[in-house]
């Protein structure tokens, strides 16, 4: 059984956070084309997605709502946008699938995802999240709703969040059956809701969010995939990007990942966290991790495309 966990982009959906929902339908149906092409070659898939855009605008409502109806706590707000992109990505693969004669079924499931409420991040917040502010709308916000609002590289001033690490998937088991049996599973989307388990074993949400690349990585570990493909908005990783050195990097080992992340080669707000997903990947008994762009899935599967990560041979 082939089976493999496919991260799609933040940008998949909505670049801009400005797409109406027509335009989001669009850009969903345009980006499963890799996907579909991965199905018809006998792959069984958990599709994880960012919700980057979806977030702010939520943020935006909750803001300026506020004295109407009651806000809602971060957490939530990553539960309904999963549920609602869950739902376009679904309904927009079921009728591709139909459209040529291929009958699988697909399912989405809001996802918790366990982290440490004593991660080093919850002490000190650094996720920026949501739209930019001045200082003076900033300080506002800071008094009307309590959040962490901080300078973002001269840019404005934007809130920010606890991102912290995810340890497990709570639904893996039911997620790994249905993966198993052939279904199209939905899941992590956004990173998943981020909970920690209180002493009694129960479950408890934390204000968080939780990275989308690092959950696709813990989720493809929890259910045992070979493959994790990260489709993102470039071809191949780059070392050097965007200079006279730049080199694109067709197949590489943990060990070098590992240095060029070292390095400083992979930015943090970019490449980095889909690196270190890789390397945790893989070091968890993963086989690899394929990084390109997303009208690139098939060709990468053929290793004519994008950037295969390996284990070290011993």
Same mark, same amino acid.
Do not use: C, H
């Given at each position: 059984m082939k089976k493999a966990v496919i991260a799609l982009g933040g940008n998949a959906i909505a670049a801009t956070g400005k797409e109406d929902i027509h335009q989001q339908f669009s850009n969903t149906r345009k980006s499963l084309e890799g996907i579909v092409e991965l199905i018809q070659d006998g792959y069984n898939l958990a599709i994880t997605h960012g919700n980057g855009p979806q977030v702010g605008n939520a943020l935006l409502r909750v803001e300026r709502t506020a004295k109407d109806i009651p806000t809602? &706590?971060?957490? =939530? +707000?990553? /539960?309904?946008?999963?549920?609602?992109?869950?739902?376009? $990505?679904e309904q927009s693969l079921l009728n591709r699938l139909l459209g040529i004669g291929i009958r699988r079924e697909v399912v989405t499931i809001v996802t918790q995802v366990v982290a440490d409420p004593d991660d080093p991040s919850i002490r000190n917040p650094t996720k920026f999240i949501g739209p930019f502010y001045t200082k003076e709308q900033a300080e506002d916000l800071i +008094?009307?709703?309590?959040? $962490? +609002?901080?300078?973002? *590289?001269? #840019?404005?001033?934007?809130? =920010? =969040? /606890? *991102?912290? /690490? &995810?340890? #497990? $998937? =709570?639904?893996? #088991? $039911? +997620?790994?059956?249905?993966?198993d049996q052939g279904v199209i599973v939905i899941a992590a989307g956004g990173g998943g809701i981020p909970v920690y388990v209180e002493i009694d074993g129960s479950y408890e949400g934390i204000d968080a969010v939780i990275d989308k690349d690092r959950a696709s990585a813990i989720l493809a570990r929890d259910i045992n995939a070979q493959t994790l493909f990260v489709l993102t908005n470039v071809d191949y990783v780059y070392i050097n990007y965007s200079t006279p050195l730049q080199e694109k990097l067709e197949e590489i080992t943990v060990s070098k990942a590992s240095k060029y992340l070292a390095e400083g080669q992979f930015p943090a707000g970019s490449m980095g966290p889909k690196i270190e997903a890789a390397i945790s990947f893989l070091e968890s008994g993963g086989k690899e991790v394929i990084i390109t762009s997303m009208d690139k899935a098939k060709q990468a599967i053929l290793g004519k495309a994008g950037t295969r990560i390996i284990k070290d041979q011993p």
């Open positions: 809602l &706590p971060l957490g =939530v +707000i990553v /539960a309904d946008t999963e549920g609602g992109m869950g739902y376009m $990505i +008094i009307d709703f309590d959040w $962490i +609002i901080k300078e973002d *590289s001269g #840019r404005g001033f934007r809130r =920010v =969040v /606890a *991102s912290p /690490a &995810p340890l #497990r $998937i =709570v639904n893996r #088991r $039911i +997620i790994q059956q249905l993966v």
